[in-house]
């Protein structure tokens, strides 16, 4: 869908087009949705997690300097354009200021900053395929684009997890880097390496949008607080989510896409137990695996927001994301893994 809403703040001041000022550089940043196979939740206690980068939603962002006037201060406006963008709320907005600060120190940019930065996402919003982190990512690629600074991988991680904690309170990293990744991860720690995937797997994701918003700030403080009164669960549900993901690890490199398929399941009915999914989701889930997917979970944050169910082949991902839609899904998206993959190039 083509842009259907936008909103603007303005950092200090008022919003750009900067009296006695001269439209200058413009700069350009870009950046993508992701989709969490397994360990989400578990990842922000330490285990492993999957994911991989889902390439057709886009976050693009430019940054229009404007140049003259070295007085007053800084002047920097943002616009976010895209479906769901009219409830970008609160905490996405203290997020975008706090990545300009961090931006300006960690540059370093000691003049005076004005700037327009237009921010187009793809990536619809609460779903749990990175909208937040894959702005950052775009409007911080946008800015040292404009102000000519050469940011390293980890700067650049540095200052999308800075305005990550903004919006999610307690984040691992996780959508940080896979928003940037050209290829499946394995995620633990803050780093992130590529996922050997065999020649021989054939597989391709379904990913499909519930249509109902989950917010991760919420469904990360439900989990701790859940921990806190139960620390034994939490041990239970990290030992069991790390065993499962470094399973489906070894199942990916050695070309096992139904013994992965069921890491995805088992997942689901660990992340179910802990009270992250929903009815909806939970029936979406059962319905992929009527419909022959190899398995299926939840993705992402929770409390509603997507799934990810795994297909043999492009005709059995078809199948699953036509089933998914007449069980309501209000959209799905193909993402081929290994085999599937290289032939889809
Ligand atoms: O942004 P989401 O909804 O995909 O959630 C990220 C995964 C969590 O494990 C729930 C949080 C985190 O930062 O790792």
Not at 80 to 86: E, L
Request: charged share 20%; aromatic share 4%; proline share 4%.
């Amino acid at each position: 869908m083509a842009t259907t809403n936008s909103l603007t703040f303005t950092h200090h001041g008022d919003s750009a087009g900067d009296p006695g000022a001269e439209r200058g550089r413009i700069g350009a940043g870009r950046a993508h949705g992701k989709a969490i196979l397994l360990g989400e939740h578990a990842v922000v206690y330490g285990a492993p997690a999957l994911a991989v980068p889902v390439a057709q939603l886009a976050a693009t962002a430019s940054a229009t300097r404007w140049t003259g006037r070295d007085e007053g201060a800084d002047k920097i406006s943002f616009a976010i354009a895209g479906p769901g963008t009219a409830s970008v709320t609160p905490p996405d907005m203290d997020s975008l200021r706090h990545l300009v600060t961090e931006f300006k120190a960690r540059a370093p940019v000691v003049e005076r900053m004005s700037v327009d930065v237009l921010i187009d996402c793809e990536i619809p919003q609460g779903r749990g395929l990175g909208s937040s982190a894959a702005c950052a990512r775009a409007a911080v690629l946008a800015l040292a684009d404009v102000f000519d600074r050469r940011l390293d991988a980890e700067a650049v991680f540095d200052l999308v997890q800075a305005s990550e904690k903004v919006v999610h309170g307690r984040a691992s990293g996780i959508d940080a880097l896979a928003t940037g990744a050209t290829s499946p991860i394995v995620f633990r720690a803050g780093a992130a390496r590529e996922l050997p995937i065999a020649a021989r797997f054939d597989g391709v994701l379904v990913i499909a949008d519930s249509g109902v918003g989950g917010s991760t700030r919420d469904a990360v403080e439900l989990v701790r607080r859940r921990f806190e009164r139960d620390p034994a669960a939490r041990e239970t549900f990290v030992y069991r989510v790390s065993g499962l993901t470094r399973a489906a690890v070894r199942d990916l490199a050695d070309g096992r896409p139904g013994d992965f398929g069921a890491r995805l399941t088992e997942n689901h009915g660990l992340l179910r137990d802990i009270g992250i999914s929903t009815d909806q989701i939970d029936g979406l889930v059962e319905a992929a695996l009527a419909a022959g997917a190899l398995g299926a979970k939840i993705s992402g944050g929770g409390l509603g927001g997507c799934l990810v169910a795994l297909a043999g082949d492009h005709r059995g991902a078809a199948a699953v994301a036509r089933r998914l839609c007449e069980a309501g899904a209000v959209r799905t998206w193909v993402v081929p893994v290994g085999r599937s993959a290289s032939h889809a190039h």
